[in-house]
């Protein structure tokens, strides 16, 4: 039976989100590239807005979100970047990454309605093996 719906949940993201999530791979692979497995997530963070400005990679760092429970306020979330208003960008410098990480960029996901994230732990000696793409089915 053909899925009734928009778009099938299991659908890539188009061409365009789908470079700009290359792009950022690109920034971060310099970054780490630069600075090594060790550091802070901070640093990381500031490092990867470096490489943005330098590209020409629209980002906004810290974004504070509301976060609503049965369309009341609860309270708010803050999301490490938001690329070009359409990707969210999740920085981890943790030993590895759990699938709690992952469902945690999920939940941004949902709350911006947003479809592509991208869940980078710069605490690896290979950073492509620290990278986990997450796509919101809704």
Known sequence: MPYAGEDPPWV?????????????????????KRLGPGLDEHLYESGLCVEFRLRGIEFARQVIVP???KGELIGD??????????????????????????AQLHTYLRIMKLKLG????????ILKDGIKRVINPC
């Not at 890539?12 to 780490?32: Q, R, S």
């Not at 969210?88 to 590895?96: D, G, H, R, S």
């Not at 991208?118 to 000696?125: E, G, H, Q, T, V």
Request: no cysteine.
């Open 67 to 69: 976060v609503l429970y």
């Open 77 to 102: 979330r803050r999301i490490d970047l938001i690329v070009g208003g359409r990707l969210i960008v999740e920085l981890k410098a943790v030993e590895a990454l759990t699938p709690l990480h992952k």
């Open 12 to 32: 890539e993201p188009d061409a365009e989100l789908d470079a700009l999530a290359h792009a950022v791979i690109g920034a971060a692979i310099e970054v780490h």
């Open 118 to 125: 991208l869940l980078i732990n710069f605490n690896s000696i």
